[in-house]
């Protein structure tokens, strides 16, 4: 059976999605050691974003498959129950054999957000980037929109050593204003290691006047990490809702 | 001078506001350390209510004196600066000499947020009390009725060595429905030791059909804490802003 669920987490204390011989605090490594736990059964999750360290999840969906069929209810709330209490599941469901989290997903949302009020709020300080100063969102907003569509975001990927394919479709950058903090919206097909990241600090660096919105297409021509932005902070980012 | 200043906190690492000598994990120790550390001057920082450990506070006002006169926006910084991230100052302005942040204020207003849905939020876990299961609001707002207005809250009192007058004027409470969360929301002249965190447990015991809403002024006549329900844990409640 496969099973599908959407799970989420908050990431501050976890070294990312995907499980690591070095160190058991990975979601991933959460998720399968307590299936294992209250089932008996090994299985791999599969989730459709590998998030990175310190990122979070609001919505990140994951399946696994099971040789028994257990009832849905009773499994999803042992699960929680066996899971730590930054990690959360829901929405447990048997999908179609060939269903795979990441392979299947049509778009992900993803979500930065940067404190640009000057106060600092101590309830947010965990998931937001603590920036603390005004930003010139028209001039992100000019930045932002060249990069929609599909493009080869070399210039934007932060594993060096890539060899596939950088090409990916962002279908929509939104960035507003609420509550003291600047929210960015990125919805597409799929994205780079760290891609989210550095598209963010170019923007930053766009908003601070360091860089200038009209430079963003040379970026995107270069096809180097290094004419791009800086990689802003993990914190800040939440992996919203995928959609299949 | 007399200096008044808001104060935030994420209340989950401290043992509450008072300062306390076998630990320096209160925020009253805190403010007080690193004023010290970035002025010289030994100060003691009143603050409009002494919340419980765990207890949390949106907009606590507090107010010290010291003999110099410092610029505001400075110091403000540097205290910032110098205080752990899960504490944070602003609005810090002179006051007059003889305002008092505990007895000057008129009204404080705290809130208590109890999840009531099934599915846990990762992200609210460190400020609600994950109850998980519905409640029947109507009969709890009845109850809650019966204990505005002035009354003698022995019954609703933590500390019984307490000597002092336990009569005390509640303004209102008020419940409402947010997002899987019952959030009440309690106004009033001051509280006594736990009582926001007693009448909660009282009310939840209402909510889940323990107790009837009606038997609330047998509780208050009774200057019992036996007859009232049990304390809802902290992490639910904060200090949402004081008036003067």
């Known amino acids: 059976m496969n099973y599908g669920f959407i799970v989420s987490y908050d990431g501050s204390r976890y070294e990312g999605w995907q499980r690591q011989t070095r160190t058991k605090d990975t979601i991933q490594g959460k998720l399968e050691d307590t299936l294992e736990r209250i089932t008996g059964a090994k299985g791999q999750v599969i989730g459709a974003g590998r998030t990175d360290a310190g990122v979070h999840a609001l919505g990140q969906y994951a399946n696994v498959h099971l040789q028994e069929e257990y009832d849905l209810k009773m499994l999803q709330d042992a699960w929680n129950r066996a899971l730590p209490d930054d990690i959360s599941i829901h929405g447990l469901a048997i999908r179609d054999e060939r269903f795979h989290s990441r392979f299947s997903a049509v778009e992900k949302h993803y979500r930065y957000c940067i404190r640009v009020g000057a106060e600092k709020n101590v309830f947010r300080r965990r998931y937001v980037w603590q920036l603390g100063e005004a930003l010139d969102v028209e001039a992100m907003r000019r930045g932002a929109a060249f990069l929609t569509g599909t ?17 990916r479709s962002i279908s929509d ?3 507003s204003l609420s ?15 760290n891609m989210i990241r550095i598209i963010t600090g170019t923007l930053v660096e766009i908003g601070e006047g360091k860089k200038k919105a009209e430079q ?21 980012l939440v992996l919203v809702d995928v959609v299949y």
Chains 1, 2 share one sequence.
């Not at 493009?151 to 090409?167: E, I, L, M, Q, Y």
């Not at 509550?179 to 290691?193: C, H, K, T």
């Not at 963003?216 to 021509?221: G, K, N, V």
């Open 173 to 175: 950058i939104s960035l």
């Open 151 to 167: 493009h080869d975001f070399t210039s934007f990927c932060g594993n060096r050593h890539f060899k596939k394919s950088a090409v």
């Open 216 to 236: 963003m297409p040379a970026i995107l021509e270069a096809k180097d990490r290094s004419e791009a932005g800086f990689t802003a902070p993990p914190q800040g």
């Open 179 to 193: 509550g003291g903090e600047l929210i960015i919206d990125y919805r597409g097909s799929g994205f780079l290691q």
